[in-house]
């Protein structure tokens, strides 16, 4: 499934008030990581509360012991302070970089913003080397967007 084919479910997913926000956001990432063949671990990290620190959200992929993050630190406590999106192509080539599977050779991070503020991010991992292209970017920017309609609060 192509990327773009993948916006109708992301969109269906995020209608589905039924479902708490934590269970559309892990459907979300099953989807995700079901669909695109080089997304190997999927996962939401959210500011905990006035910390400044991420703390991990539904995620699916192998279990990961970096349930809080520090501002700062890794690609996504980078992502968190620089409000950037964020492509490593390489992760051994990244000093900050925090290892979660030695099977993990690439990382993309983009911010999700709730008015203008970056309340958290979507975190992917590949045990593919250099699979994230501007495609990506772009899709995962949109999934933020979405993601971020329910986050308001």
């Not at 269906?12 to 892990?26: A, F, G």
């Not at 080089?38 to 990961?64: A, H, I, Q, R, S």
Request: overall charge negative; aromatic content about 10%; glycine content about 6%.
């Amino acid at each position: 499934m192509t990327l773009q084919e993948l916006k109708p479910k992301i969109k269906s997913i995020i209608s589905q008030e039924n479902l708490s926000v934590d269970e559309r956001l892990l459907k979300i990432c099953e989807t995700l990581e079901t669909n695109i063949s080089y997304y190997n671990w999927v996962g939401f990290y959210f500011k905990n509360g006035d910390k400044d620190e991420l703390k991990l959200g539904p995620y699916v992929g192998e279990p990961t012991d970096h349930t809080i993050i520090p501002f700062g630190k890794g690609i996504c406590g980078q992502v968190a302070i620089s409000n950037q999106n964020f492509v490593v192509p390489d992760v051994s080539a990244q000093d900050n970089y925090i290892a979660c599977s030695i099977t993990v050779k690439a990382e993309i991070v983009i911010p999700i913003f709730v008015n203008n503020d970056n309340i958290g991010q979507i975190d992917i991992d590949s045990n593919t080397a250099d699979p994230f292209t501007e495609a990506d970017e772009r899709f995962l920017e949109f999934v933020c967007k979405e993601v971020a309609t329910i986050l308001k609060s």
